[in-house]
């Protein structure tokens, strides 16, 4: 038996400009959704957990994200990390019909 997906609609992804983050807080959990340059949109665990740092104000490119706080990186598509800290949770995240974005968790 699987767990039932819920969706969650967080906001108008205009309220994300093309190449940042922004944190939310969703089911008592904080999750950080970036949008990609080229407009696709990615979610993890917006704390990293090295020490805390907010990830949403990571620098990102079309793979990664890199803490701000001590420089690590996760992948932005699996979470896991690129520099021996422990994996970030991923989340499944889109731009539904009317332009909201709806993470899944």
Same mark, same amino acid.
Do not use: K, W
């Given at each position: 038996?699987?767990?039932?997906?819920?969706?969650?609609?967080?906001?108008?992804?205009?309220?994300?400009?093309?190449?940042?983050?922004?944190?939310?807080?969703?089911?008592?959990?904080?999750? =950080?959704?970036?949008? !990609?340059? #080229? @407009?696709?949109?990615?979610?993890?665990?917006? &704390? *990293? +957990?090295? =020490?805390?740092?907010? !990830?949403? #104000? @990571?620098?990102?490119?079309?793979?990664?994200? &890199? *803490? +701000?706080?001590?420089?690590?990186?996760?992948?932005?598509?699996?979470?896991?990390?690129?520099?021996?800290?422990?994996?970030?949770?991923?989340?499944?995240?889109?731009?539904?019909?009317?332009?909201?974005?709806?993470?899944?968790?």
């Amino acid at each position: 038996m699987s767990a039932a997906v819920t969706a969650y609609r967080l906001g108008p992804v205009e309220e994300i400009p093309a190449g940042e983050g922004r944190a939310y807080a969703v089911n008592g959990e904080r999750i =950080a959704v970036f949008r !990609l340059r #080229d @407009g696709r949109l990615r979610a993890v665990s917006a &704390v *990293c +957990p090295h =020490a805390g740092g907010p !990830l949403a #104000d @990571g620098q990102i490119d079309g793979e990664i994200v &890199v *803490c +701000p706080l001590h420089q690590h990186t996760y992948d932005l598509v699996t979470g896991c990390s690129r520099s021996g800290q422990p994996d970030l949770r991923s989340y499944a995240v889109h731009a539904d019909a009317d332009g909201q974005v709806v993470v899944e968790m």
